[in-house]
């Protein structure tokens, strides 16, 4: 588990558990799906030595991806070489979408794949002599864009993707994902045979792949809550394509590269305010309407800024498209379990914005009460305990829609220590500016109760024990044979210095957890027909917003206050950051139900990486951090149970 700073606070990973939703839905959900939509999902199997696809093995795959039946399900095979494919419909423009797709016979693709930008893609193309239509699906657009530009092609796709492309000619598999990790890839290199997918399920049933497990990886998810190699899964036969990196396969030689890293921007200034309010307004209105693509949406909501924004977003981009009734906002509240208040302030936001909402109340949830009278299983472990919310929300948007929006990405990329930056300003002698600075922040709106007097003090003198810390019931064994202790601290440590305009955010934006949260949301975890999208995470609006100056625009998020004025009710646009007033977790611990989390019966497989014995007692603890790491063997168990 990490943190990121936060308008000089430190937010705890914990704060996000409950929108994570990584528990897959039952059989008896599937008449959720809307419009009889199948789940997006590809599959591709290369033999480098020439030998043919057992085609009933093909088809076997793609029906795993499926789900729901084979309505929107193809498989192609041409010698050594099988592609498999099932499609999610959720844009305009996949309406006659077919997978897998072809262009002049020559090049295939499957794909899972929503294109930022397409205009300007199209105009380049077309410059290169490209026979391309406006209202072309995405993988076709992939297609050309390969056919143009071979390899380089990466270089000029935006927007949140995964595909396979085999290029008949050259014989050779070419592979990517996109630049945040939105969109997952598995890959699976075992002799001469190559199994790539955008589900580890998939590979799974390959028979080739064998059930061994990664020591590492686990260990890492007890560490971490996530898999900190990168390219590891918890499976030893099964790797993952880090974002912003393709994979190449020819002559039976796989290499794996990076075509992108997060650039360090020199910093924007701007000489009128307004002008950097309007180039943020229009570069999220960009971002959201490329999200946006069809006549019905569902907004994951909250009562703070981010997520509200995009939803103002949103309900324009709508608008304009005459689908202004589309758009539906989702958001989990607490009565009794613990104080809430984002009920009061989201329904200002929907009351002000003129859109429907639902409410999705979570008191009577309980530890691991979700996994109850289930056959749940999931793709690797999870650290989930009390939160099966998200899920819930998920269902509730697939009656009505196939895509959600967040308002994740808008924290890391509004991150900022207001230290660093005056201690930047005065080593540079701009004495000036900083005092300006100083008088501009105190003197704001409603900044003297956005100080964060008491949240500044006890990150700085409070108690240390509110932080990650080193378990004492890890095997010995696998604590020595992988150094574990010795790779904790390492990943403890402070990042080296990037040299970002505002370093805090640069390292936010890149941290490992986005990735591990955004596969969470992917329909193969899941089993849930809704694609979710995070409008923060276009790399238009992340350039833009990594480049801005601390002050004015990014403590304390003023950007979006003055964005939001005149659109979100002022009780809104100017709350301060209000993280949750107590913590689930900690709370049901208190409930005598909650007893049995001490004297689980462990299963065999355990004992390679948990003393059991070991495990502190964690009933009626009111350290949240401490209940959090210790329930982590907890939730292995379970894992490991149901493999």
Not at 46 to 57: Q, S, T, V, Y
Not at 85 to 103: G, V, Y
Not at 390 to 404: C, D, H, N, Y
Request: net charge neutral; hydrophobic share 40%.
């Amino acid at each position: 588990m990490g943190c990121f700073a936060a308008n000089g606070t430190c937010q705890s990973l914990l704060d996000l558990t409950s929108w994570r939703t990584k528990l897959p839905l039952d059989e008896a959900n599937s008449k959720l799906s809307p419009r009889g939509v199948s789940l997006s999902g590809f599959v591709c199997i290369m033999h480098g030595d020439g030998a043919p696809i057992e085609r009933g093995l093909l088809q076997s795959l793609t029906d795993l991806l499926s789900f729901r039946g084979p309505e929107a399900c193809g498989i192609w095979s041409d010698g050594p070489l099988g592609m498999g494919h099932t499609l999610l419909r959720t844009t305009h423009e996949s309406k006659n979408e077919r997978q897998p797709a072809d262009l002049e016979g020559r090049y295939w693709i499957v794909s899972d794949a929503r294109l930022d930008a397409r205009e300007e893609l199209i105009d380049e193309l077309q410059l290169e002599n490209r026979n391309v239509c406006s209202n072309a699906p995405d993988c076709n657009l992939i297609l050309q864009a390969y056919a143009a530009w071979g390899a380089a092609c990466i270089d000029r796709l935006q927007g949140d993707f995964s595909f396979a492309l085999w290029d008949a000619r050259h014989k050779q598999l070419f592979c990517a994902r996109d630049h945040f990790g939105i969109k997952p890839f598995f890959y699976s290199s075992i002799g001469p045979l190559l199994v790539v997918s955008n589900m580890i399920d998939c590979i799974r049933r390959h028979p080739a792949v064998s059930r061994r497990l990664n020591d590492l990886a686990i260990a890492d998810f007890l560490l971490f809550d996530m898999i900190r190699e990168p390219g590891a899964t918890s499976f030893a036969d099964i790797q993952r394509l880090p974002p912003a990196h393709v994979l190449s396969c020819e002559a039976g030689t796989i290499s794996v590269r990076p075509y992108w890293t997060l650039p360090v921007r020199a910093p924007l200034h701007y000489t009128r305010p307004n002008d950097c309010v309007e180039e943020f307004r229009e570069l999220l209105d960009r971002a959201v309407t490329d999200r946006v693509r069809t006549n019905n949406v569902g907004i994951l909501m909250s009562g703070g800024l981010d997520s509200p924004t995009v939803a103002a977003s949103a309900k324009r981009t709508l608008a304009r498209n005459g689908s202004a009734g589309g758009l539906c906002a989702y958001t989990e509240v607490f009565e009794s379990l613990i104080p809430h208040q984002e009920r009061h302030y989201a329904g200002l936001v929907v009351e002000a914005l003129k859109i429907p909402i639902e409410f999705q109340l979570s008191d009577e949830m309980g530890l691991w009460k979700h996994l109850k009278g289930t056959n749940i299983r999931w793709p690797e472990p999870l650290h989930s305990p009390w939160s099966d919310g998200g899920t819930e929300q998920l269902r509730q948007v697939a009656i009505r829609s196939p895509v959600a929006l967040t308002g994740f990405g808008g924290d890391p990329a509004f991150s900022c220590l207001l230290s660093e930056h005056f201690l930047q300003l005065f080593k540079k002698r701009q004495i000036k500016r900083a005092l300006a600075g100083m008088l501009q922040y105190v003197t704001a709106e409603g900044r003297f109760s956005r100080l964060y007097l008491r949240t500044r003090y006890q990150r700085w003198f409070g108690s240390k024990n509110q932080a990650p810390r080193y378990p004492g019931w890890l095997d010995q064994d696998l604590e020595r044979r992988l150094s574990l202790r010795e790779r904790w601290e390492g990943f403890m440590r402070a990042p080296a210095r990037n040299g970002a305009n505002r370093s805090t955010a640069y390292e936010a934006i890149v941290d490992p957890f986005w990735p591990n949260l955004f596969e969470g949301y992917d329909p193969g975890v899941t089993g849930i027909p809704v694609e979710v999208r995070h409008p923060f995470f276009d790399l238009r609006l992340v350039n833009f917003l990594l480049a801005l100056p601390a002050l004015p625009w990014c403590s304390d998020k003023e950007l979006l206050r003055e964005a939001a004025r005149g659109v979100l009710p002022d009780a809104v646009r100017l709350r301060r950051k209000s993280p949750l007033p107590a913590d689930p977790l900690v709370a049901l611990l208190q409930r005598a139900e909650s007893a049995w989390v001490d004297s689980f019966e462990a299963v065999p497989e355990l004992g390679r990486y948990v003393e059991r014995r070991l495990i502190p007692k964690v009933f009626e603890e009111k350290d949240a951090w401490t209940a959090w790491i210790h329930l982590r063997p907890l939730s292995l168990n379970f894992w490991l149970r149901l493999q």
